[in-house]
């Protein structure tokens, strides 16, 4: 299970191609937009029948959440030889939390989240805080994620909140959505916002590096910034469900197993645009050139860190809240 974009490009060129190029395995990748799971992979998970693809790739908050409903086949039971002590040789922020030493899935790589924006608008200058959000100039111009997602560190930083307020009080998050609601022109994923941008139909929007450099190498006039409050981050999962025939999935498991390998790393997050958690893997040349961006996984400075485990347990509340807002 892939995402589209420069997301499904990456994991082709890095991992999937390579690894059939390794074992004359053929990799066909089931297209997922958005962070939750495809209904056919959960209802099949559910009843206990043999789900739709071999390998998920996703964001770890859903990973974690099929991981407590036992749908996962741990990565450290009946894999290949090898397995554990590529899983070992990982920055700890691999591993994921709650669950000892055991590893329903693995964490790869940390995503940060930036400010894009249309270039000509800000000349030779950047927007220097999330602030800008608010000028008039960009009313219905601003894009968010659906629900908001991601944006909810930021929203109770602007709002004069702590982040150790979250979840007990969120009155300055949602204070903040309040007064952003009518800036805000589109609540989505990043496929097809390109061509809303190419239109100026978009001016500001709130994305994943990736999806920041992907509308850059797709022509588009977009640069993108890390504004002084903070950027959030992120952290993605593959994991291998359970019900598969017994030789999917020990070639599902080598699939992850070749993905968490130094060069695998270093190829993939090279294309992402994402912090490689594989210790000897040498950094994303978009982090060297930006200071502003975390330079390690230890490096927290700037960072506006949520636990995907707190992410996980109030999601749903924040999704209805949000809602109420933007209705």
């Known amino acids: 299970m892939s995402w589209a974009g420069g997301w499904g490009e990456a994991l082709l060129e890095a991992v999937s191609n390579p690894f059939t190029a390794l074992t004359g395995i053929p990799v066909h990748h089931e297209i997922n937009i958005g962070l939750k799971l495809p209904a056919k992979l959960t209802n099949a998970l559910e009843a ?17 959440d099929a ?7 741990p990565l450290d039971e009946n894999s290949p030889e090898g397995m554990i002590s590529a899983l070992e040789a990982l920055h700890p922020r691999s591993r994921p939390e709650g669950f000892g030493t055991r590893w329903p899935f693995v964490q790869p790589y940390v995503v940060h989240y930036v400010l894009a924006y249309r270039t000509k608008l800000f000349g030779k200058d950047k927007p220097e805080s999330w602030q800008v959000l608010f000028e ?3 009313k219905e111009k601003v894009a968010l994620y659906p629900g908001g997602s991601g944006f909810y560190p930021i929203a109770q930083k602007l709002g004069g909140g702590s982040l150790d307020d979250i979840p ?30 190419r239109r100026e139909k978009l001016d500001l929007c709130f994305r994943a590096l990736t999806n ?19 950027i959030p981050d992120t952290i993605d999962a593959l994991w291998v469900p359970k019900n598969l025939p017994e030789n999917s999935a020990y ?3 080598h699939f992850i197993q070749f993905a968490l390998s130094r060069n695998t790393q270093e190829a993939w997050c090279e ?6 958690l594989h210790p000897q893997a040498a950094l994303p040349t978009v982090y060297r050139g930006h200071p502003e961006l975390p330079q390690s996984p ?4 700037g960072v506006l860190h949520l636990p995907e485990s707190l992410k996980l347990r109030c999601q749903k509340d924040w999704e209805i809240r949000f809602q109420k807002i933007f209705l």
């Open 251 to 253: 070639w599902a498991k």
């Open 48 to 64: 206990g029948e043999r789900p739709p693809v071999d390998v998920v790739w996703c964001n770890a908050v859903p990973a974690l």
């Open 136 to 138: 008039p100039r960009f």
């Open 67 to 73: 991981a407590q409903r036992d749908w996962t086949d």
């Open 212 to 230: 920041a450099i992907t509308f850059k190498n797709e022509g588009l006039d977009i640069s993108w910034t890390a504004p002084r409050e903070g």
């Open 168 to 197: 007990d009080n969120m009155e300055p998050c949602w204070k903040i959505f309040s007064q952003l609601k009518n800036q805000v022109g589109q609540l989505d994923y990043s496929i097809g916002m390109g061509e809303q941008i």
């Open 298 to 301: 230890d490096d927290g400075k």
């Open 271 to 276: 294309r992402l645009g994402t912090l490689p």
